[in-house]
């Protein structure tokens, strides 16, 4: 039986050294303070190639976390992962999310309704388009609707149910 790889996410970049003695300064997502002093263990990914590292401490100096990982102890270590991201297993992260806070890639696969009911299609992609997620909708028959993911259209999200429903309005399931 093959076993399931946790997807890593992104809650960071590392940015440049900070001191001589391997400290990194990282740029990080916005709420992420929290994963940098709760997980003791994140990877580093440059192109293909991941490494996983150990937080040994970490402090915060204005917007930006400066960290120190036990692998690494030198300046030169710290350039040659200069532009890395830091990634962290998504079920680790998962547990810092609010009760009515969800992945964005969590959409992809749940069925999508209308406010009466009727079952639409399954959101097959999502998409940011000029700074606002749009939700690829595919029916049955394979057509493809395209929904902004906007509080007014869609309603509610019901990760645990696996269904979102969207606020019926004329036009908006023609499909593309």
Do not use: W
């Not at 639409?120 to 999502?126: F, L, P, Q, T």
């Amino acid at each position: 039986m093959e076993q399931q790889v946790d997807k890593l996410l992104s809650i960071g970049k590392i940015l440049n050294f900070h001191g001589i003695l391997g400290e990194v300064k990282v740029g990080f997502t916005e709420g992420a303070e929290n994963l940098f002093t709760e997980v003791d263990e994140i990877c580093v990914t440059q192109g293909s190639k991941t490494i996983p590292l150990t937080i040994e401490k970490v402090r915060f100096h204005k917007n930006f976390a400066l960290v120190k990982f036990k692998e690494i102890n030198s300046i030169d270590e710290v350039m040659a992962l200069k532009g890395a991201y830091l990634k962290a297993p998504k079920s680790k992260i998962k547990s810092f999310l609010k009760e009515d806070e969800f992945y964005i890639d969590d959409l992809v696969g749940l069925s999508a309704y209308d406010s009466d009911g009727e079952i639409i299609g399954k959101i097959s992609a999502v998409s940011i388009a000029k700074g606002q997620d749009i939700l690829f909708i595919k029916d049955a028959e394979n057509k493809e609707y395209i929904v902004p993911f906007v509080k007014d259209i869609v309603t509610e999200v019901n990760i645990k149910d696996q269904r979102i429903t969207i606020q019926k309005i004329e036009g908006l399931f023609e499909p593309t």
